[in-house]
C-alpha cells in the first residue's frame, strides 16, 4: 500500500456569496452579499448516503469527511476517487472494492444533534468509547496568537453570516480554515483533508467559531486532537465528552478573553495580565 | 370528532441550564451556568424514529412538533398520547390505531440540512410545492415593538449561551418563546404547540435568533406563518425558499435595524426614523 496514495478528487469547490438587495429601515436599497446553501447528496458506489445543504466551499473534501466522521469507510486507500457534479448535486465517492462492507457501519440507529437535527450512525459512538487523549502543554500567549491570526479569517462570515467557522491549528498557526452553513459541515471537510493528507490530530488545536455540543466535541476527538478552542458557548454535553476524552476545552476565546472549562493543567498562564478594567466587557454570550 | 380534543401529555420540562467552574484568563475560578444538552428519542407506537438532541425544556411538544413538521402524522386527533420519561430519554407517542400508515411518510430519502447535518424526511418538500401564503401587512412601529418585547425573554441564553430562541408573534405580542441548543428544535416545539392548541399560522410572525438556512424557511411555510424575523443572516436557499412561498423575510432585525430580503411591499413604514447618526453601528452579522 503506497503511503502517499491520494484518492482522485474534481475541485469543484464554488463561490460562496452571491450579492441580492435588500431593504433597510431606512426603505434604501442596498446591495447584500449572502452566502450560498445548496444540497450535495453523497454516494458510495451509486449508494445514496446522505443529502448536506452546504456552502460548496470544498464539496470534496465534505464528502470524504462525512464518510470517516461517520465511522462508514476508515482507510483511505479504499477509496479511488470523489468527484463532484453540481448540475447534479451530487459527490460520487468511488471505492476499489465496490464492496458495501461499509454498509455494516450504517447501524440501524440515527442520532441526530446539536444545532440542527444531525445525524451520527449508531457505531461512532461505541468507536470513540476508548478514546483518551493527551493534551500538550498550551501556552496563553499561544492563544492569543492564534485569535489574532485567525482575525484575517472569516472572510464568508464577515460579508454574509450565516456561516460558521472551523480551523485546524498548529500552535498560533492556522492550518486550515473552512467555513460552511453547517457547524459539523465545517468541522467534516477538515476531517476529510487531515484524511486525505495524513495530517495527525494529537498535536493539533481546534477553533470553531460556533458551539461546543456533544457533536462538535464528539467530531474533534474522532480527529484526535485534544484541545478545542470556541468563540461560543459549550453546553453540558460538550463538557461531558470532553472530560471523557481528555480534551482540553476553551470556550468564550476572543481577544484577551476565555474560559477554560475542562483541562485547566494543560495551560501555561505566561502573560502577565493587567488587572481587569472597570470598562472591560465581561465574558459574554455574544454569539450562541 | 370533537374539536377540543387534545392528546394526553406528560409535564417533564426541566430545568434548562446547569452550574459548573471555569477558569479565566486570570486563573480566576469562576461558576459559570452551561446549557443542557440531553437525547430524547422519539417513538411512535414503539417505532423507534430518531433521537434528537434537547434543552429539554419542552420535550413533549417537541415530539409533537417533530412528527408534525416531519409529515409523519398530520392529523393531531390520530394521536393518544406523549409521555416523556427521562430515566430512559424517550418520548413514546401512542396514536390510537396503532396504523402504522405514518412509516408511508417516512419515504426513502433523508435530507439532511442547515446548520447541522438534520434530517428532513422526502416527502416534506412536495408537500410544501403548492404553499402560497398572504403576508399581512407588517407595521415597522410593530417590528420595533416586538424587538422590545423580546429583550424580556432569552433567558438561557443570556446565562449560558449555547442556545438558540424561537418566539411565535401575534402583533408584537410573544405568545411562545423557546429556547434549545438545536434552533430545528425551537422551531419543532413551537410547531407542537400550535398543533396542540389549534393556533392558526397565518396571521403570526415568527421570531428567531438564529439563521435562516432553507430548513428554518421551510418550517415555518408548513406552519403558513407568512412573516419571519431573525436576528442573525440568511443563506441563499432561505431566500429563495421564502420567496417560493411568500414569506416576509426580515434579517439582522436588532434594536431599529433591520433588513427586508423578501416581501417590502408587505412592510408599512410607519416610524419616522431621524437620519443614521455617525456613530451608529452598521448593520453588522453579530451572529452566525
Known sequence: MPSKFRPELTDTGLDPTIAVTAVDEYQNVREMHIADERPLTIYIDRHEIVTLMTLGNFPELLALGYIKNQGLISDITEIKSVQVEWDVNAAVVTTFSESSAWKENLGPRIITTGCGQGTVFGNVLEQLQNIHLQSPLIKQS???????????????????????????????????????????????????????????????????????????????????????????????????????????????????????????????????????????????????
Chains 1, 2 share one sequence.
Open 142 to 288: 499561544t492563544i492569543y496568537q492564534l485569535l489574532k491570526n485567525l482575525n484575517a479569517y472569516n472572510d464568508v462570515y464577515k460579508s454574509a453570516g450565516a456561516v460558521h467557522g472551523c480551523a485546524l491549528c498548529s500552535s498560533a498557526e492556522i492550518l486550515c480554515f473552512v467555513e460552511d452553513v453547517g457547524r459539523h459541515n465545517a468541522v467534516d471537510a477538515i476531517a476529510g483533508r487531515m484524511w486525505l493528507e495524513d495530517i495527525p490530530g494529537q498535536d493539533k488545536l481546534f477553533y470553531t467559531t460556533g458551539r461546543l455540543t456533544s457533536e462538535m466535541v464528539m467530531k474533534v476527538a474522532q480527529m484526535r486532537i485534544p484541545a478545542l478552542l470556541s468563540r461560543s458557548g459549550i453546553t453540558q454535553m460538550g463538557l461531558k465528552l470532553a472530560q471523557d476524552f481528555g480534551v482540553t476545552l476553551f470556550s468564550r476565546a476572543k481577544g484577551r478573553h476565555f474560559l477554560i472549562y475542562h483541562g485547566r493543567d494543560n495551560v501555561v498562564f505566561d502573560v502577565g495580565l493587567p488587572a481587569p478594567l472597570a470598562s472591560d466587557p465581561p465574558v459574554k454570550a455574544d454569539m450562541a
